[in-house]
């Protein structure tokens, strides 16, 4: 659940609701709790058109524009188009140092506030295999909308 204030929107961390996932929720779901895989699904680069649709494929997946949701395989914990498609929104402000200054925590968020919200891994229009691995992460402003980037929602377990 959200609080709006003005333009300044804040999460209810203890919330039954429903929202974005922060960035190392996101990470954990696409790399199957946690796991070192460098794709959604995948390290392999030969399963990768299997789980990812992006550009650099050349329409091996079978779709020249994004592929229906569902229509690639799973990753091992069921979660579908997590690598390429769209770039997803998470919740954190972007913050150059991420990786740095969360190493040591579970489920680090991003700074309190900020300009460029973090997008995570890559498009259909991903330009190499490097940008739809699952450490990709890209920044833009809040209020930019685009046809490369989309969003899917997150809960606490309780």
Avoid: H
């Avoid at 959200?2 to 300044?8: A, K, L, P, S």
């Avoid at 506030?113 to 190499?128: F, K």
Wanted: charged residues 25%.
């Amino acid at each position: 659940m959200y609080t709006i204030r003005g333009n300044n929107v804040t999460a209810n961390w203890n919330a039954n609701g429903y929202r974005l996932p922060t960035e190392a929720e996101w990470e954990f779901a696409a790399r199957s709790r946690g796991k070192k895989e460098k794709w959604a699904g995948t390290s392999e680069e030969s399963y990768l058109a299997s789980y990812a649709n992006y550009s650099e494929e050349g329409g091996k997946d079978g779709y020249e524009y994004t592929a229906p949701v569902g229509s690639l395989q799973v990753n091992s914990v069921d979660l579908y188009d997590m690598n390429g498609n769209v770039y997803e929104w998470c919740w954190d402000w972007y913050n150059k140092n991420y990786y740095e200054k969360s190493k040591d925590s579970w489920n680090p968020k991003g700074p309190d506030s900020g300009s460029l919200r973090v997008l995570r891994g890559g498009s259909l229009v991903a330009l190499s295999l490097f940008s739809t691995r699952c450490a990709e992460r890209i920044n833009y402003p809040p209020s930019l909308g685009t046809n490369g980037s989309g969003f899917r929602l997150a809960r606490a377990v309780r």
